[in-house]
Each structure stands twice: as C-alpha cells, then as structure tokens.
C-alpha cells in the first residue's frame, strides 16, 4: 500500500507544478495586456528591491531578537541597571539642553 500512495502523491505534485507554471504563463499574458514592457520591467525592480529590503529588514529583526535574548539571559538585575542608566541618559540630555540655553541667553 505504501509504494501504491508514493506515486500518486507524485502524480498530485506533477499536477500541482504544471497548474503553477500555467498560471505562471496566464500572468505574464496578463502583464503583457496590460503594462508596457518597461512598465513591467520597472514593477520587477520595484519587487526586487522591495523583496532586498524586506530581507535586510528579517536580518535586522534577527539580529535584535537575539541581542534582545542574550539581555533577557542576565535577568532583572540587569533590566534595573538598564533602566536607571536610561533614566540617567535623558536627565543628562536635559540638564545639557538647560545649559545650552542659558548660555545662549546670557550671549545675547
């Protein structure tokens, strides 16, 4: 029975493989219906750079997920550390703002 369902989950592949490249032909007779061929050649690079930075997006993702993770691995002591020196950031950021307006002011 085993060797009966391999080819006829085959024959479904073949079926389903030959069924895309119909469709495959369908849109590209659409295409040519309806656009320009340098409209169509502007759409491919359009997809092509749209699909390069929706890769480079994934990795970058990937890549804060697992600088996200090795963070989370130092637990909460760290999250506290984290916090505290973010907090001091902008409390820097606003006293050296405060600063450069008194200066400006006392210039003028």
Not at 65 to 88: N, P, V
Request: net charge negative.
């Amino acid at each position: 029975p085993l060797n009966l369902q391999i080819p006829c989950y085959r024959y479904e592949r073949e079926e389903f493989w030959r069924s895309r490249r119909c469709d495959g032909t369908e849109m590209v007779e659409i295409q040519l219906d309806t656009y320009t061929t340098e409209t169509i050649s502007a759409h491919r690079k359009i997809r092509e750079k749209l699909g390069s930075e929706l890769k480079a997006s994934k990795e970058e993702k990937q890549a804060a997920e697992l600088s996200l993770s090795s963070f989370e691995i130092l637990g909460r002591e760290f999250q506290t550390l984290a916090d505290e020196y973010c907090r001091l950031r902008q409390e820097i950021d606003v006293k050296t703002w405060a600063m450069k307006e008194l200066t400006q002011n006392n210039d003028a």
